[in-house]
């Protein structure tokens, strides 16, 4: 079983930065994929982005593409979530969760955060 804890949600204004981390511990060996999801009130769960490693490889929500960045550190323990440019439509409960496959379904993903909210304000 891994474990994951979301950390750096928060309240920001429209076209502000923020950037989430999720740790994981636990069986770090079960996974090679890492993944961020969101879930806006009312809403489904959506894919945001996830990254894989050896050899690296990164994929976005279409909605997303060119704000935001996934990024991890080499102990593959950590994985970030840098957004720029945040709107409204952003606001949401932020996941991070982890897969044995590289994909953007949320039901290839095993292990899941509690969440971070982070709400855009205009």
């Known amino acids: 079983q891994v474990q994951l804890v979301e950390s750096g949600g928060g309240l920001v204004q429209v076209g502000d930065s923020l950037r989430l981390s999720c740790e994981a511990s636990?069986?770090?060996?079960?996974?090679?994929?890492l993944g961020w999801f969101r879930q806006a009130p009312g809403k489904d769960r959506e894919f945001v982005a996830s990254i894989r490693w050896n050899p690296d490889r990164t994929i976005y929500a279409d909605s997303v593409k060119g704000r935001f960045t996934i990024s991890r550190t080499n102990a593959k323990n950590t994985v970030y979530l840098q957004m720029n440019m945040l709107n409204l439509e952003d606001t949401a409960v932020y996941y991070c969760?982890?897969?044995?496959?590289?994909?953007?379904?949320?039901?290839?993903?095993?292990?899941w955060g509690q969440g971070t909210q982070v709400t855009v304000s205009s």
């Open positions: 969760a982890s897969s044995r496959r590289f994909s953007a379904s949320a039901r290839d993903y095993d292990s």
């Open positions: 636990g069986r770090l060996f079960s996974y090679n994929t």
